[in-house]
């Protein structure tokens, strides 16, 4: 069976927007699910590894874009790497 999840639902459940109610009526929906269950599991796995990524600063970021378009132009690159 080709079942279609909310995905909203499944965010807001990740983020832990679902009022307490909701909440409840979703994880007892994923208890019946195994394949829901393992969908937000890795979902909530590659949400915890994202945001254990470094944050780069934005100011170092454009830095780093400057630093490659000049780079790019000097050297007469017609797509920068």
Known sequence: MNQAYDEQTILD????????????RF???MKGDARLATLVGRLAEDRA???ALPREHPDTLMEAVRERLERSMLLDER???
Request: glycine share 4%; aromatic share 4%; net charge negative.
């Open 27 to 29: 994880e007892a929906t």
């Open 49 to 51: 590894a994202l945001r």
């Open 79 to 81: 797509d920068p790497p």
């Open 13 to 24: 459940y990740l983020e832990g927007d679902l009022a307490q109610e909701d909440r409840a």
